[in-house]
């Protein structure tokens, strides 16, 4: 009686490998798309935006290179307040962002995360940053932190934002406050340069968020959120945008005096030269009834900020 052997099928090893491999895969796609989300909740550009601010006002603070350690703590510490007051952002005006163009794909409108995860994400990461910086800094700066995310979400996303036209003014500390609390995890105190380089970013905000805010009126129109551009003629608001531009360079030159060196002051005169050109340009095509391209002024502002925050640090190491 003759004996037969059975082998394995070549293709079944192989295709359940296959299959392995492409299940690993997509639980590794789906990871991944679940990290990008939470990270999408915390808006990167806005929390990158602040940072510029933040690291040569420590410089200028410092007079020279403050401690790496505490640049560190600061840094990952106010990345973690800004994501955390922009996560909790997103879950108040989660009604509001499934409407707008702009909004619509983040990620609570898109359904990638839900609603009662971001509040918890956006929660954690408020206790852990105050934390932080309670920790490794002090007290100034750690109350500036605390302030900041709860004047973001419960004064600005929930009250002004939905009220007034004037929010973007009314707001503009929050955007401004990464500096103050840089100074202060140097200091311990506020000096008048701290509040003068306050100034420089708390007056660029209307400019910046106004041309921003002129290019999505219809969205902000249609879920009723009264921004300056929607509520006011185009007059009103190209005299505000020009008017807060040149207040945003006269501080940009306050600041020149109180320690600056001439790299400082000619960085500052030849940004704040152009900006103001480029606000004067919005209003001159808006009243000649030409397109006006606001966004051009928009990325011309966050050029400007740069430059000159760029030209703070280089200069506190001269």
Same mark, same amino acid.
């Given at each position: ?61 410092? @007079? ?15 990345? /973690? ?6 996560? /909790? ?81 009314? @707001? ?66 190209? /005299? ?20 600056? @060196? ?54 506190? /190491?001269?």
């Amino acid at each position: 009686m003759s004996m037969i052997t059975e082998r394995p099928v070549a293709g079944g090893d192989a295709g359940s490998a296959e299959a392995t491999a492409e299940a690993q895969a997509g639980v590794r796609r789906e990871a991944g798309a679940r990290i990008r989300a939470y990270v999408a909740l915390t808006k990167p550009r806005i929390v990158e935006l602040l940072l510029v601010t933040t690291v040569p006002t420590m410089m200028v603070a410092a @007079g020279g290179l403050p401690s790496l350690w505490l640049v560190a703590v600061v840094l990952v510490g106010g990345s /973690l307040a800004a994501g955390a007051a922009n996560a /909790l952002n997103c879950y108040i005006d989660r009604d509001i962002d499934q409407v707008m163009r702009r909004t619509k794909r983040r990620p609570l409108p898109a359904h990638t995360v839900a609603p009662r995860s971001a509040l918890i994400f956006g929660l954690v990461l408020a206790v852990v940053s105050v934390s932080l910086m309670a920790v490794f800094t002090n007290w100034l700066a750690t109350g500036l932190t605390l302030a900041a995310i709860v004047y973001y979400d419960l004064v600005y996303t929930m009250w002004l934002k939905r009220r007034t036209s004037q929010s973007t003014f009314w @707001g503009g500390a929050c955007g401004s406050a990464p500096v103050l609390i840089g100074w202060a995890a140097v200091d311990g105190a506020l000096a008048p340069a701290a509040w003068a380089l306050f100034a420089v970013v708390f007056f660029w905000q209307m400019p910046h968020f106004y041309a921003l805010a002129i290019k999505f009126k219809d969205d902000y129109a249609r879920v009723g959120i009264p921004m300056l551009p929607v509520v006011a003629s185009v007059r009103r608001v190209n /005299l505000e945008i020009v008017l807060f531009t040149w207040l945003t360079v006269a501080s940009s030159l306050l600041v020149w005096p109180l320690g600056m @060196g001439p790299l400082y002051g000619a960085a500052a005169l030849a940004a704040g030269g152009v900006f103001v050109l480029e606000a004067h340009r919005l209003a001159r095509r808006a009243r000649r009834g030409e397109p006006v391209r606001p966004m051009r002024l928009f990325h011309w502002s966050t050029t400007y900020i740069t430059v000159v925050f760029a030209a703070l640090a280089v200069d506190a /190491l001269l």
